[in-house]
C-alpha cells in the first residue's frame, strides 16, 4: 500500500485520518475512523523534513481489519453470592481508538456502573465496565449480560451469567386445601416455604386449647393428620436451610362437628 493515509499539508486520506500523538514528544501516532475490510495492509512511516532527505522507516505495521468485533470478556463474582453481598460484574474489551472508544450496555436497570478507559501501551486501549449492586432474593435467576457497541453500528456478542444467590427461608406457611374440615377427617397440611437452596429440614408444632405448644414427630414438609380433634386445630411450622430457619405463622383449622357440618351443607 503506497497511499499516503495522513500528511501535515494533505490529510484527505477519505477524511478518516488525523495525528493523535505529540510530534515533541517524538510520538507520530495517527487515527483512522470508520476502518473498512479495505484498510487491511501493511503501513509504514515516511519522515520528510525541509532541507534533508526524506526517510522511510523500513519497520512496517501490518493492520488486520476483521468484520466482526471482539466479543467482551465479562468477569463473574465467587460462585457463592448471598443475599446482601455487594458484588460486581465486570466487563473488559480491548480496543485501538481511544477518541472513539465502544460503548457499554447492560441489560439490567439496578445497581451502580462505572467506565474507566486503560492505556495497554503499543497502540492497545482497554475499556472497563463496572456494575456493582447488592444481592436481593428477588434478583434470583436474572440473567446479567453485557455487549459493546461501536462507531458505525456494530456491537458485539451478548456475554452472560446467571445469578444464583442463597438466602434463608422466606414466607414460610402453612397450607392446607380442605374446607370445610370435619372433625374425624383424615388431611394432610404443607409447610411452604421460598428459599435457596430449598429447605432441607422442617419441623411441626401443634397448639392446644390451652395454649400448650407440641412438637409433633414429622420433619417433612407434609404433616398427615389422622381423624382430626377440635382439641388440636392449630399448627404452626418451621423450614431451614443452610442459610438459616423461618417459623410460620400459626395455621388455626376450623373444624366442624357432624351435625354442624350437615348444617353447614344445607
Not at 470508520?34 to 487491511?40: A, I
Not at 456502573?113 to 486501549?125: P, S
Not at 370435619?182 to 422442617?202: D, I, M, T, V
Amino acid at each position: 500500500m503506497n497511499d499516503i493515509i495522513f500528511h501535515s499539508e494533505n490529510s484527505s486520506y477519505n477524511k478518516r485520518t488525523s495525528l493523535i500523538g505529540k510530534l515533541a514528544l517524538k510520538d507520530c501516532s495517527i487515527g483512522i475512523r470508520d476502518l473498512t475490510k479495505e484498510d487491511t495492509a501493511s503501513y509504514k512511516i515516511k519522515v520528510e523534513i525541509e532541507g534533508y532527505k526524506n526517510y522511510t522507516y523500513p519497520s512496517a505495521f501490518n493492520l488486520y481489519v476483521k468484520e466482526e468485533p471482539l466479543v467482551p470478556d465479562l468477569e463473574k463474582p465467587s460462585s457463592t453470592i448471598k443475599e446482601g453481598d455487594n458484588i460486581t460484574f465486570t466487563c473488559r474489551i480491548n480496543h485501538t481508538c481511544p477518541l472513539r472508544p465502544p460503548s457499554w450496555k447492560w441489560n439490567v436497570h439496578f445497581g451502580a456502573i462505572k467506565n474507566v478507559q486503560l492505556t495497554l501501551g503499543e497502540g492497545k486501549w482497554q475499556i472497563v465496565s463496572k456494575l456493582t449492586f447488592t444481592a436481593k432474593r428477588k434478583y434470583q435467576g436474572q440473567y446479567i449480560h453485557c455487549m459493546t457497541s461501536f462507531k458505525g453500528g456494530l456491537v458485539s456478542k451478548v456475554i452472560e451469567a446467571q445469578l444464583k444467590i442463597f438466602y434463608p427461608p422466606g414466607n414460610t406457611s402453612v397450607i392446607v386445601n380442605d374446607d370445610p374440615i370435619r372433625e374425624g377427617q383424615n388431611l394432610s397440611l404443607s409447610c411452604h416455604s421460598q428459599s435457596y437452596p430449598k429447605a432441607e429440614h422442617y419441623a411441626w408444632y401443634g397448639v392446644t386449647q390451652s395454649g400448650t405448644a407440641l412438637i409433633l414427630p414429622e420433619e417433612t414438609n407434609t404433616l398427615p393428620i389422622w381423624s382430626i380433634r377440635r382439641t388440636l386445630t392449630s399448627f404452626y411450622c418451621s423450614a431451614q436451610n443452610s442459610e438459616g430457619k423461618q417459623i410460620s405463622p400459626v395455621q388455626h383449622l376450623n373444624v366442624l362437628l357432624m351435625d354442624l357440618l350437615m348444617g353447614y351443607r344445607l
